[in-house]
């Protein structure tokens, strides 16, 4: 048990990791017309690792069928275990080069000398209000020209993390940010809890494995998954890759929050009654709201929210929040259904979905079209003329 929950918390860390990077060098890169669907179809990806993945474990568990089934050497599926993971590493060491050798976008780049443009700003500001007093026959004490050098060099010398919290400090910033990482957090709860304990779903469709011996189990459970992504997860997320750039953001986050819920709260009403059928339909269109709605979305909103000087700390930030709650949800959700029942654990679930909702129509912005790098840059701006007036 020890081993699957460090399993399962090593497996979010990397999720955090790879989010950060994709969403970060897609945002970079993207044009402001097609930058929602690209990112989208970046994470899309996720939903063929799933659907490839389950794939791949059929066909190892196949070729260990007469090991395991024939001859009962049960022991043989932590090869299977150790054969599935590494082939999962061939792909990702596969792009490892080219992100390595992979450069900096023009849009990055620019933003790294930013404070020292606004340092020599306010220098070449500051010897113009010395000259017009020079005009004037008036001298500038010693005292204020120490307070200019000190304020000059303190944004030469300012760390990226005072920067950043110096950013955040603005309500009209942390408000952006409460809302991508609270969003992320609520849907995460939802998403997780449901697809890291499948075990259940799979009893009421009929690929749970009961009876038979170790490798039918397996085997059905395998295809269990592999039907459940290719209803709900992979449609999802093209319908979103299709319709983002139209619909915006917001409008596909809300009503995916919305959808699910409704699709959460029919299992959880009619969890013992309904046919295998309709269960799988439920299921099926649960996740593709899903994926169709606030899975897709907010791996998105923090890659077109923030500026490029802040948008990796800030998706981090945000990305770290989801991934908090979905190891919430899945160290939860046992200990709750055999306390509470899983009915009333899908409850839970529709009302994280319902406050994401909320969270999203209250914080977030539609963000079709926008430009962060211009908009800090204007912001900026009116900063330094109010800064150079007062």
Known sequence: ??????????????????????????????????????????????????????????????????????????????????????LSLIPAFGTLYQRLTLPESTRFSKTRNTEADEAQKETEAQNEREAELKKANLETSSSEQSSVQAEVAGIKKKAHIHEFLGYMSEWRHAKLLIGTALSWFLVDIAFYGINLNTSVVLQQIGFDGAGNNAWHKIFRVATGNLIITALGFVPGYYVTVLTVEWLGRKWIQIQGFIMSSVFIAILAARFHDLSSVAFIVCFALMQFFFNFGANATTYMYPAELFPTRYRAFAHGISAASGKAGAILASLAFNALSKKIGTPAVLWIFVGCNLAGAVVTLVCLPEVRGRDPDAIELEERRLAREQRATS
């Not at 970060?24 to 993207?30: F, K």
């Not at 899309?44 to 568990?61: C, H, I, P, R, Y």
Request: aromatic share 8%; charged share 20%.
């Open 1 to 86: 048990m020890t081993l699957l929950i460090l399993s399962d918390k090593r497996r979010h860390v990397s999720k955090i990791k790879v989010s950060v990077e994709t969403a970060s060098i897609t945002g970079d890169r993207a044009s402001l017309r097609k930058r929602g669907t690209m990112l989208t179809y970046v994470f899309a990806n996720q939903g063929w690792g799933s659907f490839v993945g389950s794939l791949v474990t059929m066909a190892v568990l196949a070729c260990y069928k007469t090991a395991m089934d024939k001859n009962g050497q049960v022991y043989k599926i932590d090869a299977v275990w150790r054969i599935v993971v590494g």
